[in-house]
């Protein structure tokens, strides 16, 4: 898991077989890596989680933020496993009562992710989870976001990295774990 090519889990190539790349989508020039697929087939999908579970169980993690939308499907099954609260990072208007929020910029847009006002705390060990990065934009804002609740950001979590891009570059300095790269 995004170390040493020698030493990958034989789990990863069975999670890299099952991820289909949509040619122009959502727009043209992008190659879209589609993560449903590997929900489809229950090995893969439990791969995935236990691979990000057995980094993560011996962690400290107290909460685990997941991105929306893809993040809400790896998040909360880590959380579980690990003993931690899941914490969802949403985007605009999609969470009831008071939030805060993160502006940033994605590789085909503008966005925003959101958060409740004290659904993370100061000292909270955060993990955060999506399925891909790209241009880092997204992580970057969840690790500005939960820092400015006085969270600690151990690392980032990723099914999928995109590297021509760069992403990992934005994360100010913050680790990042990914179990397939994509070129």
């Known amino acids: 898991m ?8 034989p789990r990863i190539n069975g999670i890299k077989t099952k991820i289909r790349v949509v040619p122009d989508f959502p727009k043209k020039g992008i190659m879209f890596q589609d993560i449903t697929t590997v929900l489809l087939d229950p090995k893969a999908f439990k791969d995935t989680i236990d691979l990000f579970v057995e ?3 011996d962690k400290n993690i107290s ?4 991105i929306e939308a893809r993040g809400f499907i790896f998040g909360p099954p880590i959380a579980l496993a690990i003993g ?3 914490v969802p990072l949403r985007k605009p208007k999609k969470l009831p009562g008071e939030t805060i929020f993160e502006e940033y910029e994605l590789e085909y847009g503008n966005d925003r992710l959101e958060m409740h006002i004290g659904a993370v705390e100061a000292g909270d060990r955060a993990l955060v989870v999506d399925d891909l990065i790209a241009t880092g934009g997204t992580l970057c804002a969840a690790i500005n976001l939960l820092e400015r609740v006085g969270a600690e950001v ?5 099914v999928i990295e995109l590297p021509e891009l760069k ?9 990042l ?4 790269e994509y070129r």
């Open 2 to 9: 995004s170390g040493n090519k020698e030493e990958e889990d």
């Open 55 to 57: 980094r993560y169980r």
């Open 63 to 66: 909460v685990v933020a997941g």
């Open 84 to 86: 931690a609260k899941f």
């Open 154 to 158: 151990v690392e980032c979590a990723c």
């Open 167 to 175: 992403g990992r570059q934005r994360l100010k300095g913050k680790p």
């Open 177 to 180: 774990c990914m179990l397939v």
